[in-house]
């Protein structure tokens, strides 16, 4: 099945009244496990490519692999950037047979962050991608992209209209007390915000930093519009935690399949999990 895009996979989770994982992912047994999840669980999936992810491995890398993945794949699958710093980055992706991609312009005022999202969507639509963009400032640390708590600001909602209006982003992904990494406690997200920007803005909704989000608050999230939830920090968690337990049972292992296949396993119990928590689970044909 040829990549879906993150306007149609999204249309539909949003008519459903669910949402959509969107996984980072940086190499081959993080893409097995996404998709072998997403089968398991007939589920829509986003793989998302971080800049982290892009110095690592390399887009033509990423592209290929998931590509590969995906070839005798039954549901839809979107290949999608993460946090693009650049104009030129987006087109590369785009190049690379990337269907969406989000333009990161947060740290840009009001109407530069407009007109840089614009010039993204121009081009994308134009062959047939989608684009996520961003209002406010997510805290926490993401690769080489950190900002720090006292910078971290919320999304307005009367911003958050025109951006849409403006910029005819398909996706916008929003600042409500989230935070890329762990958390250190129980995050308050702004659901009062939340609601607001809802109402005002006619397109799906993005949460980053889900991972330690607790499941009441993801569905409330839900609920009042947010379409595609991002986990990244979980899957690294449960990937280290099944190395070094291997490590520590078994020192003298070298195979590396032995080393990496059981923390493919972890991770794939981690994707079916928040698969079911979305509701988007047993929804590949919608």
């Known amino acids: 099945m040829p990549f879906a895009t993150l306007q149609k996979v999204l249309a539909a989770a949003e008519r459903g009244g669910y949402a959509v994982g969107a996984f980072n992912t940086n190499n081959m047994e993080i893409i097995q496990a996404i998709v072998e999840a997403a089968e398991e669980e007939k589920s829509p999936v986003i793989l998302q490519a971080s800049q ?3 110095k690592y491995a390399g887009i033509q890398y990423i592209a290929a692999m998931v590509r590969a993945a995906v070839e005798t794949s ?6 999608h950037l993460d946090h693009g710093t650049s104009f030129a980055q987006t087109m590369l992706c785009l190049k690379h047979g990337f269907t969406s991609v989000m333009f990161d312009g947060s740290k840009y005022s009001l109407a530069e962050n407009i007109a840089a999202t614009r010039k993204v969507v121009d081009v994308a639509h134009a062959m047939g991608a989608s684009v996520e963009g961003e ?3 997510i805290g926490g640390t993401e690769d080489d992209i950190s900002v720090d708590e006292h910078d971290a600001l919320f999304t307005d909602p009367a911003e958050a209209e025109r951006f849409v209006n403006e910029s005819m982003v398909d996706a916008l992904a929003v600042a409500i007390g989230t935070a890329h990494g762990p958390y250190k406690g129980e995050p308050q997200l702004d659901f009062a ?3 607001s920007i809802n109402r005002r803005v006619e397109v799906p909704i993005v949460l980053h930093g ?3 989000v ?3 608050s993801i569905r409330r ?3 009042l519009g947010v379409c595609k939830i991002n986990i990244d920090t979980e899957l690294r968690q449960a990937f280290a935690r099944s190395v070094q337990q291997v490590a520590q049972n078994k020192p003298g292992e070298y195979d590396p399949r032995k080393i990496l296949g059981p923390a493919k396993e972890e991770m794939k119990k981690i994707v079916r999990e928040k698969m079911r928590l979305f509701g ?3 929804k590949a044909g919608e």
């Not at 039954?74 to 290949?79: E, G, K, T």
Request: a neutral charge.
């Open 210 to 212: 889900a991972s330690g």
């Open 214 to 216: 607790s499941a009441e």
């Open 135 to 137: 209002l406010g400032k």
């Open 280 to 282: 988007c689970s047993g």
């Open 193 to 195: 915000r939340l609601e």
């Open 52 to 54: 982290g992810a892009l």
């Open 74 to 79: 039954s549901v839809p699958v979107v290949l």
């Open 221 to 223: 999230a839900i609920a």
